[in-house]
């Protein structure tokens, strides 16, 4: 799959919020996790490994949690942290497997004060 | 003199026998018989490399939620909320999340700030049989404590 076609999804929960809430990033992504012991049923080629190494969640270019993750986690991933609001701003996460693809995905943050 | 061959080649066979089934036996159990993924790491190596030595104790504060049976070792919702404020100067630095039995036994490694606002993180993993699972916090203090728990596995998911 060229990393341009990845889908990926970022969720704020609940989906009202106000400044100064503590609110629910959820981030899921379409990706293998192959671990690199599983067979191809057809061919009994051993799959390479490819997994998600690496996650940051960004608030307008400012980390505020980074990931390290392994093959343990499952098929189409998903993460889930708090942030507080500290206002207006913009949800940037990025990612990186361990075959070197990088991709991104990015979210407003809109309290409703 | 063939039949006396054949005798000794047995007890031979049978010697050897006796000799490798203990050995074996003893291979099943161990993990270096396994195939090993990439980053092959056992619980007690990995629980080292994330504490530096330090004690671990079991906490009240960690709260670990998974389900006790997992009929689908694939897809096991793993959640992690930790008791304790997040301040300045006084966090939850990282929340790791550990499996005893699975070929890697690092899952995720959750490096957390006081942007955060709570020390929570949930993920969904693979278990590839029933064993336990460990949720290690560490503090700003620089302090550890955990939460295990164990999930019953029917159908493995590390194939």
Known sequence: ???????????????????????????????????????????????????????????DGKPFTTMKVWETVSTNPYFSVNLKVPGKGKITVEYTDNTGEKNSKSKKLKPKD | ???RNFLKNLCAVSALATVATPSMVMGKDAPKQKPKGVNAMSYDSALNAITGGKPVADSPKVSLTVPEIAENGAVVPVKVNVDHPMEENNYVKAIHILTTKNGNARAADVMLTPMNGKGYFATRIKLGSTQDVVAVVELSDGTFIKASKSVKVTIGGCG
């Open chain 1, 1 to 59: 799959m060229p990393a341009e076609a990845r889908k990926s999804m970022i969720k704020i929960k609940p989906k009202k919020y106000k400044t100064g809430d503590i609110v629910k990033v959820d981030f899921i992504v379409i990706h293998p996790m192959d671990t690199g012991l599983k067979k191809d049923k057809k061919t009994g080629e051993v799959i390479p490994a490819k997994y998600i190494d690496s996650i940051t969640f960004k608030l």
């Open chain 2, 1 to 3: 003199m063939k039949r």
